[in-house]
């Protein structure tokens, strides 16, 4: 088969994808906005409109955010493992690095044909493993509440966002430790100082990212 040929296959691929995404996620969203309105309208009530109204600021800033991460994170985890991610949720904690390393395992390729394969797949397992983790543990809750309000666990649960994050973190820096130091210190600044949250700092950290790529390119220093 030539490459030409491989071409044509993976677009076909694509657009039947994006075609198959596009009818979940909308029917995704319709449900999603079914249940309010059902509520609404078996107990006659409405939104406050006022408060909605004041709301909309903070709701353009986390539009713009979640924009940002579409393009950002559309890559790594391949078309429909996009439309998959961005429904389930628990992108960054969960399936983004499943679709890192089950790529890394396989031995394939962003934007392959075989590369969107093992980001389908690894977002879907991700996804079930994930729900079965969270039915397990709802339905060990009850139970284990006085072991894990204990005083020798209660601390620990106190550094396990730090840690999880710390970690995920630390296996994307180590491919390239020259591009971290400004995106990452500029963004510490932003948060102690600024109080920028995660949507606007998403966005500013990756045109930064990139800048700083660029420039480090055009200055002839090897990346990895």
Known sequence: MTKQNKKIELSAYQNKEHKIGRIFIGIAIVLDLSVPTIIAISLHTGPDWMVVGSAMM???VFLLGGFVEVITYAPL???SGTYLAFFT???V???LPCVVNARDSAGVKIGTKEGEIV???SVASSTIVT???IALGVASLTPLTPVLQSPVLAPAFKACFTALFASLAYKYFIKDFKLVPLPLI???LLAVFAGFGNSTLIPISVVVSILFAYLLFKKGVKLN
Do not use: D, Q, R
């Open 119 to 121: 980001s389908s797949v």
């Open 186 to 188: 500029l963004c510490v």
């Open 77 to 79: 985890l391949g078309t």
């Open 89 to 91: 949720g628990n992108l």
């Open 93 to 95: 904690n969960l399936k």
């Open 131 to 133: 729900t079965l983790v």
């Open 58 to 60: 903070a709701l353009i």
